[in-house]
């Protein structure tokens, strides 16, 4: 199956806006291109086996275990609490800013993950050539210039190139970009980047629809 084959496949799951392939060339710095819709995000890497794609984004800096964060994050949530005009003593708030502290590491997790760890042995030595294609992964993830939460869900597709990775393995690449404080455009290529980078495909696709929870 050839690029133009791959290009259909993602333009039949986004009518509105058809995205060019990205081919191999000279001129091209980091082979990645984001196409932006209103309401999705479609990334489409072609992959050079001589050249290695570099679109790395730095994790964020570790101050330590996770649970030595929630004393210090558990007081600044009471101090918004405070500027909001509650009173964090009060009964029905009184254990909210740990909760909320604890809430927040969650949606956060992804910063302690990484990919290498996640994909273990799920990586097969594989004589495949017919796409390979996992719809409608779930996605939630935090927005990182107001910090309230998007949702949606996640189609990718690669052409394998003598590797395959487990199937279940792709939502778990979600998962780790997804658990950070995100832009669409930015989970869009990371999610490509890693399934590139982990087994070399000849292509990869990658789809995000979503929406922010507030109306």
Not at 191 to 197: F, M, P, S
């Amino acid at each position: 199956m050839n690029g133009k084959m791959m290009e259909e496949c993602i333009a039949t799951r986004n009518s509105v806006n058809t995205p060019k392939a990205v081919t191999d060339s000279d001129d091209i710095e980091e082979k990645c291109l984001a196409l932006n819709t209103k309401k999705s995000e479609t990334l489409f890497v072609s992959n050079n086996p001589q050249r290695k794609i570099s679109c790395n984004i730095p994790r964020a800096l570790q101050t330590g275990p996770r649970h030595n964060r929630v004393p210090e994050m558990t007081s600044a949530f009471q101090n918004l609490l405070s500027s909001l005009g509650e009173d964090p003593q009060r009964q029905g708030l009184w254990k909210t800013p740990e909760r909320a502290a604890k809430a927040m590491l969650y949606f956060t997790k992804g910063y302690e993950e990484r990919i290498e760890d996640i994909l273990n042995d799920a990586i097969f030595d594989e004589d495949h050539d017919e796409m390979v294609i996992v719809k409608d992964i779930e996605m939630f993830s935090m927005c990182e210039h107001h910090l309230i939460p998007f949702i949606g869900k996640v189609s990718i597709g690669y052409l394998p190139n003598k590797r395959v990775l487990g199937l279940s393995k792709m939502a778990r690449i979600v998962e780790v970009y997804s658990r950070r404080l995100q832009v669409q455009e930015r989970l869009t290529k990371q999610i490509a980047v890693a399934l590139t980078q982990a087994i070399e495909p000849a292509g990869v696709g990658v789809v995000i629809e979503a929406t922010y929870a507030l109306h």
